[in-house]
């Protein structure tokens, strides 16, 4: 098997305070994947997320990205990285032309390669033309698809997203998914939380269910849902698990 691009291997964290958010926690994803994560409200997907992107010291466990531990080589797994969180606050005095230079010169994207690459998301996120605005006079979707365009900007192996389609519009969500798709079929891959059962049902290949922590089923949708909907399914073994 080719090496997973994000191997989570038995993360635990606990918060001070005592909260155990994520308990022993494994999960692979895969080049091409597009990856659900889904779970109720204090569940530990934005904790899981967060560790992933290099961003949240863990206790156990390990995680690697392209087979390199992040604990170790945290730069190198960033460069393959792309994280965006479930509120992004970014630079209110910033242009999303600058914002997006600033990142760009971070990760080291070439001229031509930002250059095209702007182009390619500000057209597919409908953003070309407020790009030369202050990002303090965004609407909240239109951060968010900032936000977005940037972890497009060095063509990450790995785009971790928290809850991507909240506040956004309908024709919005419905280029996000498709932004994404075309993405994972260049190989790279996608892991995101989300409430939205229906858009994960449609549109990922793959989910994982956490519960208080815990990983309670993951694998591919048809087989994680069987014959129900990933709904029924997901209350089921809420009720259950
Ligand atoms: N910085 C923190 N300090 C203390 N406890 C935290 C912190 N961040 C998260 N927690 C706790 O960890 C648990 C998991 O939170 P997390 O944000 O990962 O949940 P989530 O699945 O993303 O939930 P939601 O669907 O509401 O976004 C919760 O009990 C939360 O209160
Ligand atoms: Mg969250």
């Given at each position: 098997m080719a090496t997973p691009i994000l191997d989570i291997r038995g993360l635990s964290k606990t918060?001070?305070?005592g909260i155990t958010a994520v308990n022993e926690l494994s999960l692979t994803i895969e080049g091409g994947d597009i990856y659900g994560f889904i779970g109720k409200n204090?569940?530990?997907?934005?904790?899981?997320?967060?560790?992933?992107?290099?961003?949240?010291?863990?206790?156990?466990?390990?995680?690697?990205?392209?087979?390199?531990?992040?604990?170790?080589?945290?730069?190198?797994?960033?460069?393959?990285?792309?994280?965006?969180?479930?509120?992004?606050?970014?630079?209110?005095?910033?242009?999303g032309a600058q914002y997006l230079a600033y990142l760009a010169d971070v990760f080291e994207v070439s001229a031509a390669d930002r250059q095209a690459r702007i182009a390619e998301y500000g057209e597919a996120l409908d953003m070309a033309d407020r790009l030369n605005d202050l990002i303090g006079s965004y609407s909240h979707g239109m951060k968010q698809k900032l936000a977005m365009m940037g972890g497009f900007l060095h063509a990450p192996r790995l785009f971790l997203m928290d809850e991507p389609f909240v506040g956004l519009d309908p024709e919005a969500v419905v280029r996000v998914r498709r932004i994404i798709r075309d993405f994972c079929q260049g190989g790279s891959a996608v892991f995101f939380s989300t409430h939205i059962l229906e858009v994960a049902e449609k549109l990922c290949n793959k989910v994982a269910m956490i519960k208080e922590g815990k990983l309670i089923a993951s694998g591919e949708t048809a087989q994680v849902r069987g014959d129900q909907t990933l709904e029924d399914f997901f209350l089921e073994v809420m009720e259950h698990a």
């Open positions: 918060f001070p305070g204090g569940a530990g997907k934005t904790t899981t997320l967060r560790a992933a992107a290099g961003i949240l010291r863990f206790d156990q466990g390990d995680i690697l990205v392209g087979g390199i531990s992040i604990k170790e080589d945290p730069v190198a797994c960033k460069r393959k990285i792309a994280y965006i969180p479930d509120n992004p606050d970014l630079y209110d005095y910033l242009t």
